[in-house]
């Protein structure tokens, strides 16, 4: 599933997922400059948001309880500057979950 498109009226609202890989296992962005040519390119197609994939064994891979963002929080501040919408996503038990946006603020 690469499109996603949102309720209530799917005409209204499109979201492309971005591709795995793209925040290593030491929660670092990897390449930065090519996130910003894939959002360039993905806004003149008029997509209104990106889904990001978040692996939680990147997050709290070092220390339980223990969170490194830094990563995806660069990743959030490009996807800011193109001013486009976000979903983050991560699986449990091999099912889609949404994280919430107020989760990701604190």
Known sequence: QYFHSCDPAPSSCFYCFLQMGIINSHCQLVDP???RAELR???SLN???VVVDCWWGIVEAWIPRKYEWSGYRDLFGIIKEFKLKVQVRHTCLNLPCI???DFIRH
Do not use: A, P, R
């Open 33 to 35: 400059e090519g996130v």
């Open 41 to 43: 390119h993905l806004k």
């Open 47 to 49: 997509v209104d948001g």
């Open 99 to 101: 994280i919430s946006t």
